[in-house]
């Protein structure tokens, strides 16, 4: 059975490392990026109909406003099918304590029974919050594994942590 790597990442500005940066490519696509050379999974960008603004404050605002509504934002695809893949890498950044609302679009979107989904996340010192007790509500019949948080501003640096996660998960 195949794997899918499905991530939603942004990109403009974030916070990174204690300032907010111009990102030409979001945290959590380069962590997904970096899956996608060791396991050679499908890759599936989470991309919302009505994006976030560009600016980091007023993304945070819309961010958290969708959570508190428990919104779930409209994308703009899905993949045709995810029948054919056993295990599924879930990437997204730590948004306010767990994933972005996009996300729990996507996981309500598909039935996730028996498929084994591995978490992981970018953030700024929130680690994976409470997604993956989130994931495991919303996908009761999947396998939920721990999964890997990274920090955004240590991208660079995390080669090895995502090497190591990754040999681990697949030695299961």
């Excluded at 990026?33 to 060791?38: H, V």
């Excluded at 767990?98 to 929130?126: N, Q, W, Y």
């Excluded at 009761?140 to 942590?161: C, F, M, Q, T, W």
Aim: glycine share 8%; charged share 25%.
């Amino acid at each position: 059975m195949a794997t899918l790597i499905a991530y939603f990442s942004r990109t403009d500005e974030n916070y990174v490392g204690g300032s907010i940066r111009e990102l030409k490519v979001g945290n959590t696509a380069r962590v997904a990026e970096m899956i996608q050379k060791l396991t050679g999974a499908d890759m599936f960008w989470m991309e919302m109909a009505k994006p976030y603004a560009r600016t980091y404050n007023e993304c945070i605002n819309e961010a958290q406003k969708d959570q508190k509504a428990d919104a779930r934002p409209e994308l703009t695809s899905y993949p045709e099918s995810i029948d054919g893949y056993e295990t599924i890498y879930l990437g997204y950044p730590n948004y306010w304590g767990t994933m972005p609302m996009a996300v729990f679009t996507f996981l309500e979107h598909f039935d996730f029974s028996g498929k084994t989904i591995r978490p992981f996340c970018t953030h700024e010192g929130s680690g994976l919050g409470s997604s993956v007790q989130d994931i495991r509500k919303t996908c009761p019949d999947a396998n939920v594994e721990s999964g890997l948080a990274v920090h955004g501003s240590r991208i660079d640096a995390s080669k090895g942590d995502v090497e190591d996660w990754i040999k681990s998960v697949q030695s299961k």
